[in-house]
């Protein structure tokens, strides 16, 4: 079965490539592996949610605004190599704004995590980091990179 059927499998589509709001590319290519720019949890060039993990926005909230971002990661492969191209996820990298005291930036980051589980199965099981920060772009609670191999 292919990613993209797989998606479709689990009734979730792939968004549009997110413009860039820097000097930079979505998604960029050295030999087998893929690196994204950090996702967004956006969609229709507008941010789902702004605010502080653990004081405006819940850690609930917050992990399905991952899934957004780890999804739109996902759209900028598939622009640069095709998705189906995928080997397997190797690692993601998730930043969280975070309240001061809140400390759950591995359980928000479950919800991209969990997601691509859900898409690319074992070939989805990837190394992580989770990191709190003060602040993201246009004040969004969650960034999300992947680092994919392909074919």
Not at 63 to 92: S, W
Request: negative net charge; proline residues 7%.
């Amino acid at each position: 079965m292919s990613w993209r059927a797989r998606l479709a499998d689990l009734g979730v589509e792939l968004p549009p490539v997110a413009a860039p709001i820097g000097s930079y590319v979505p998604a960029s290519r050295s030999g087998s592996l893929v690196f994204t720019a950090g996702q967004l949890p956006v969609v229709g060039g507008e941010p789902l949610a702004t605010g502080k993990v653990g004081a405006e926005v819940s850690p609930e909230e917050a992990q399905q605004l991952a899934k957004v971002a780890a999804l739109n990661a996902l759209a900028a492969i598939d622009n640069l190599v095709g998705l189906d191209a995928v080997v397997r996820v190797v690692k993601v990298v998730g930043f969280v704004a975070s309240a001061e005291g809140f400390t759950g930036q591995p359980a928000v980051l479950n919800g991209a995590s969990d997601f691509l589980g859900e898409v690319f199965g074992e070939a989805g099981v990837h190394a992580r980091s989770a990191v709190g920060v003060s602040e993201l772009p246009r004040g969004v609670p969650v960034e999300v990179e992947l680092t994919v191999e392909v074919a």
